[in-house]
């Protein structure tokens, strides 16, 4: 074997391991997964796609994807799932408490938002309900 062939072959498997190692890197943010599928660990968030790395604007996409693979390499015990909102977002939230209320713990739900939501399921099945105004919070945030 010549030394340019040599040369050749040592650059080739460089950049072969170059690649291999971002790829896995990579893996560790996905559009519904942060971390490694076989971490002991789970969180779930359930969210909107656009405050995720799935973001629709780019720049938005890589600051969450940058954090991400941060996490998910500072904490290699735990994974992140994504579940997304669907449009049916009343129904999303009740499915939220009924998972939250399945736990067997006292439940409390803090309610803050900009407009009227469904509360029927909440005030049958919680330990308490607070509702927080978000035009109050805008308010104090930004007294007159």
Known sequence: MTRRSMVSLFLASTMLCGF??????????????VGKADAPNTLVFRTNPDFTQTSPTPTQAEGFKKLFQAFAEKHPDWQIQFQYFTPDIGG??????EQAKALGKPLIVVAMNGSPLNFSWAKDNA???LEASCSARIFIACPR
Do not use: G, I, K, Q
Not at 92 to 97: F, G, K, N, S
């Open 127 to 129: 330990s308490a309900l």
């Open 92 to 97: 999303e939230h009740a499915r939220m408490l």
């Open 20 to 33: 291999a190692a971002a790829a896995s890197a990579e893996d560790l943010v996905t559009a519904d997964l």
